[in-house]
């Protein structure tokens, strides 16, 4: 069964700086791999995504790197922003019809 | 546009009580979920709809049963409330069920069961 280690459980940045969060997983048997951005309060959302097809994905200041032969992807958060501060999950495919197996997710805080 | 919808926001329950959590979606997906959250646990799914009129057991599905009502609407009830239940319930919804498909969540229902 699909598993997901995510690193490091909580993260403080200044601003301006990198935010970078890790995660391994399992199996390769599926195509794509999400991070979700939560707020407080909120549910998660659909922050960006990769294919393990290309090594990286890159929208506006979040990357997401992916090495499929370690079996592991991150998130790099360029030019950290107030804002930012939130919780990263990843995910990795579970199946047809589960969707997707969680990390435990990251919490975010980015100093002023 | 509300997206996915769930009620309630906030409940308390006791021991031993049954409730059900509702989940509406308006975006005509084919596909609901529900997960829990629990502090160091990420998200762990309960139980999904990949279709209208079929259900399946997720990750911990212990303790809860589901009701895909409609196309629209799927709810999740806890027979008899206990203390490990104490969680952040998400409802989430998708075009598909397929691997690819992005997650639509609510906004969450936080249940305390004392």
């Known amino acids: 069964q699909q598993q997901v280690k995510q690193s490091p459980q909580s993260l403080i940045v200044q601003k301006g700086g990198i935010s970078i969060i890790n995660c391994a997983y399992e199996n390769t048997a599926f195509d794509y791999f999400p991070w979700y951005q939560q707020f407080p309060g909120k549910g998660p959302a659909l922050l960006i995504a990769?294919?393990?097809?290309?090594s990286e994905k890159k929208e506006g200041r979040f990357t997401i790197s992916f090495n499929k032969s370690a079996k592991q992807f991150s998130l790099h958060i360029m030019d950290s922003q107030p804002g930012d501060s939130a919780t990263y999950f990843c995910a990795a495919p579970r199946g047809y019809g589960q969707n997707f197996v969680f990390g435990p997710g990251t919490r975010l805080s980015v100093l002023p | 546009n509300a997206g996915v919808t769930q009620t309630p926001k906030f409940q308390v329950l006791k021991t031993g009580q049954s409730m059900t959590l509702q989940c509406a979606q308006d975006m005509n997906h084919n596909s609901m979920y529900w997960y829990r959250q629990d502090p160091g646990m990420g998200l762990r799914l309960i139980y999904y709809s990949a279709s209208e009129g079929t259900t399946d057991k997720g990750e911990v599905p212990n303790g809860y049963n589901v009701s895909r009502l409609n196309k629209r609407e799927f709810s999740l009830r806890l027979e008899s409330a206990a203390p490990s239940q104490t969680s952040v319930y998400f409802c989430?919804?998708?075009?598909?069920?397929?691997?690819?498909?992005?997650?639509?969540f609510g906004s969450g229902t936080q249940l305390s069961v004392l």
């Open positions: 989430a919804s998708s075009v598909t069920a397929s691997t690819n498909e992005k997650l639509f």
């Open positions: 990769i294919r393990p097809d290309v």
